[in-house]
């Protein structure tokens, strides 16, 4: 293993349309997939969307679309490697909290995986991620 797919890169794969979806997929494409990981946090990210978008839901289709999402979401993660937020990433976590690291509290559990395994972060969000010490970072998007 040596890639983690940020929630942001996910959510392009799974929607499959786009330029930038294009851009993603050539590059996933010339290594062999168990070079990717997914975070436990990922999916609680994706999880929480479904949730919010079916919770608001107004009528049976939009109540069923949500529930499509959810489904995919579920499939799609079980279909991959998925990280956990472990004892290690934890540690590191505390630790980066300590240091007063500002960031998103899902985004700083994302790349303590990444930094307790020693991989490299796929994400379009170089803005917030920089502010976290050691962590590589890649946007496969441009």
């Not at 499959?16 to 999916?43: C, E, K, M, N, W």
């Not at 079916?54 to 499939?75: D, F, P, S, T």
């Not at 976290?132 to 970072?137: A, K, Y």
């Amino acid at each position: 293993m040596k890639y983690l797919l940020d929630t942001d890169h996910i959510s392009l794969l799974q929607r499959r349309s786009g330029s930038v979806y294009s851009t993603l997929l050539l590059r996933i494409s010339q290594y062999p997939l168990t070079d990717f990981a997914l975070s436990v946090v990922s999916f609680h990210e994706q999880v929480i969307g479904a949730h919010d978008f079916i919770n608001r839901a107004e009528g049976n289709e939009n109540l069923r679309r949500g529930y499509v999402m959810l489904g995919q979401v579920l499939e799609g993660f079980s279909d991959a490697t998925v990280l956990p937020f472990d004892e290690t990433a934890i540690a590191l976590f505390d630790e980066l909290r300590a240091e007063r690291v500002r960031i998103s509290t899902m985004d700083l559990r994302i790349a303590t995986i990444a930094l307790s395994r020693g991989l490299v972060l796929l994400t379009r969000n170089a803005k917030d991620f920089r502010k976290v010490p050691n962590l590589e970072i890649q946007d496969w998007t441009i």
